[in-house]
């Protein structure tokens, strides 16, 4: 049986992808054939470059602005994706925030802003999306995690928790829905050269962290993009509840 990088013919819908990985992969996706639903949180502007950038070059891109964290807002995105784009092939639950702060300063507003945003969130867009995935038979969910909900951090408590609550709701989800031919995986990257988790706005114990990995480097978003499209592709039909770590060797299991 042939395998393919394609996506032709099906539709992804990625959250928070109006800048960095979420933005790559949105591009990702779509030269490879995929009809591409941006969600963004109050950034018009980019999310209309960027869909703007896939429509000149041939492709097919909505920005829904919306807050991923509130039930609400995630039941109204999804029914304007699937009005506008028809059914969703794809979920990418890119949308996440990071804070440096020591956990003796964590407020319980900075542990439930986290938490919210980055690990409710994929409880919210999975549980809006899978029932259509579960009637079609079939679909893919990609998760982005990271490799400090693998290894931990100092300064980093809600962060590290969230993430590695991503890892665990992916395995959980994909044990549950693989008998319904949906496939289930997660992104732990290492550091990445976006916006958010910049060299210029992270402290020097975070940076002097960060590149004391083999690679001496922080990855570009477009190499975390690559394994989105793989785990979004026919080429990872066998992989199932995996975290991929695209990290520059910070994570050897």
């Not at 963004?40 to 980019?46: C, E, V, Y």
């Not at 931990?152 to 008998?179: M, Q, W």
Request: aromatic residues 4%; charged residues 15%.
């Amino acid at each position: 049986m042939s395998v393919s990088l394609s996506l032709s013919g099906q539709t992804a819908l990625i959250t928070g992808a109006a800048t960095g990985i979420g933005r790559a992969i949105a591009l990702k996706l779509s030269q490879a054939g995929a009809r591409v639903v941006i969600n963004h949180l109050n950034q018009p502007q980019d999310a209309a470059t960027l869909v703007q950038a896939i429509k000149g070059a041939g492709g097919h891109a909505v920005a829904i602005n919306a807050d991923v964290s509130d039930s609400a807002a995630v039941q109204r995105l999804v029914e304007e994706a699937l009005h506008t784009m028809g059914d969703l092939h794809i979920l990418v639950n890119n949308a996440g925030i990071i804070q440096e702060k020591p956990f003796l300063d964590t407020s319980e507003a900075d542990w439930d802003r986290m938490l919210n945003t980055d690990l409710k969130s994929v409880f919210l867009m999975a549980r809006a999306v899978l029932p259509g995935m579960v009637a079609r038979g079939g679909g893919v969910i990609v998760n982005l995690a990271s490799d400090l909900g693998i290894l931990g951090r100092e300064n980093y408590a809600p962060y590290c928790a969230a993430k590695a609550g991503v890892i665990g709701l992916t395995r959980s989800l994909a044990r549950e829905f693989a008998p319904h031919g949906i496939r289930v995986n997660a992104i732990a990257p290492g550091p990445v050269n976006t916006a958010m988790v910049s060299l210029e706005h992270m402290s020097p114990e975070w940076i002097e962290k960060e590149l004391a990995i083999p690679q001496h480097r922080v990855a570009e978003a477009e190499e975390i993009a690559a394994t989105a499209l793989f785990l979004a592709s026919d080429m990872s039909r066998f992989y199932c509840g995996q975290v991929l770590g695209p990290n520059g060797g910070s994570v050897m299991p």
